[in-house]
């Protein structure tokens, strides 16, 4: 059975950097179809895409939060691993990570998905 | 960066209706199109992917279509427990943009 599950503060500080982090079981992160992203729910809004690693450790991010995202992953502990810096009260949200398979070495679709984190900034 | 819209942003039918969401990608992403329903408190959950097929489990009122840069995703006969959330998805390439959602409740 694949699972994913988020941890971290579920409370930081304005200006703080944000550590998540999501374990994984049921497939190995160096499996070379696999890879896991992060995607963020504000409250009451959309799923907004953040950030993706892939199992050759290729990385890709959010355009308007890249200066900010640092995605990363310890294959060993079964762990991605999301940073962003300098938070806001606006990026208060639940944070989900989500496999992804890649098919014929394209990306593929989010399934499953974890059961996410809400992340609440504030002071 | 391409853009992914849905429409209409919200909707209101009645149990059995026929029930349209429409997806549309500012750039063509051939059939690299995902489809999720995100029922209220709870995780997002995978409908359809590759646009049109239709992931195990998931009931056969459910089906996509389309390719390019417009998209459906068409509830032939609308049950009370579809009341939720829909967004599509591109994945043909990073960023893997969501749009920004339907909700569908019961007239």
């Known amino acids: 059975q694949v699972t994913l599950k988020e941890s971290g503060p579920v409370l930081v500080k304005p200006t703080e950097t944000l550590t998540l982090t999501c374990t994984v079981s049921?497939?190995?992160?160096?499996?070379?179809?696999?890879?896991v992203s992060w995607i963020r729910q504000p409250p009451g809004k959309a799923l907004e895409w953040l950030a993706h690693?892939?199992?050759?450790?290729?990385?890709s991010y959010s355009t308007s939060l890249k200066s900010r995202l640092t995605i990363s992953k310890d294959t060993s502990k079964s762990q991605v691993v999301l940073t962003m810096t300098n938070m806001d009260p606006v990026d208060t949200a639940t944070y989900y990570c989500?496999?992804?398979?890649?098919?014929?070495?394209?990306?593929?679709?989010?399934?499953?998905w974890g059961q996410g984190t809400l992340v609440t900034v504030s002071s | 960066d391409i853009q992914m819209t849905q429409s209409p942003s919200s909707l209101s039918a009645s149990v059995g209706d026929r029930v349209t969401i429409t997806c549309r990608a500012s750039?063509?992403?051939?059939?690299?199109l995902a489809w999720y329903q995100q029922k209220p408190g709870k995780v997002p959950k995978l409908l359809i992917y590759a646009a049109s097929t239709l992931q195990s489990g998931v009931p056969s009122r459910f089906s996509g279509s389309g390719s390019g840069t417009d998209f459906t995703l068409t509830i032939s006969s609308l049950q009370p427990e579809d009341v939720a959330t829909y967004y599509c998805?591109?994945?043909?390439?990073?960023?893997?943009?969501f749009g920004p959602g339907t909700k569908v409740d019961i007239k």
């Open positions: 690693i892939f199992s050759n450790d290729e990385k």
């Open positions: 989500a496999r992804m398979i890649r098919i014929a070495a394209r990306p593929g679709w989010f399934d499953p």
């Open positions: 750039q063509g992403i051939s059939n690299y």
């Open positions: 049921g497939f190995s992160l160096s499996n070379a179809r696999m890879g």
């Open positions: 998805q591109k994945y043909n390439s990073a960023p893997f943009t």
